[in-house]
């Protein structure tokens, strides 16, 4: 199995999957200009994420490891799901009872999105899971599993 490691938490190391290290790198904000769809589809004017794309769309697994910030993602993980626009298709589609951008590639990998933050209470952890399934089932992800830094066991992320 293909796996792809989003990381934010610096303590979080795997050495048998491909590593994106969102601590380290340092991504453009999307500027909503298009580009991505009508000039260059599927390309980004800004070239920071190209070998994220690629390997994400070639992954089974995405594995997300987020530092949340007042119980929601970080500025730089919210800009890298908005920057994954080139990864869909500019059309919709309809299912569900919602709107969805149809999928430019055959696949997307499942996720798991593991985050490092302690919720004060049921309703603010709720929205913030019904925000990732939200994102990912937009994402086309098939399985989308969302748990606890400490639930995750050595080799098992």
Not at 96 to 119: A, E, L, Q
């Amino acid at each position: 199995m293909k796996q792809l490691l989003i990381n934010e938490c610096t303590d979080v190391r795997r050495n048998d999957v491909i590593i994106f290290d969102l601590a380290e790198t340092k991504i453009n904000h999307c500027i909503g200009c298009w580009t991505c769809w009508w000039k260059t589809p599927g390309k980004c004017i800004y070239k920071d994420l190209e070998q994220f794309y690629r390997a994400y769309v070639n992954a089974d697994q995405a594995i997300f490891c987020a530092k949340l910030q007042e119980g929601f993602i970080s500025s730089k993980m919210k800009s890298l799901f908005d920057r994954m626009i080139p990864l869909f298709l500019p059309y919709t589609i309809f299912r569900n009872g919602g709107t969805y951008h149809s999928p430019r590639y055959p696949k997307y990998p499942d996720v798991k999105f593991y985050y490092d933050y302690d919720f004060e209470d049921e309703e603010s952890y709720r929205i913030f899971c019904d925000y990732i399934y939200k994102v990912f089932d937009q994402f086309h992800a098939k399985k989308i599993n969302i748990l606890h830094i400490s639930e995750s066991k050595e080799g098992s992320l």
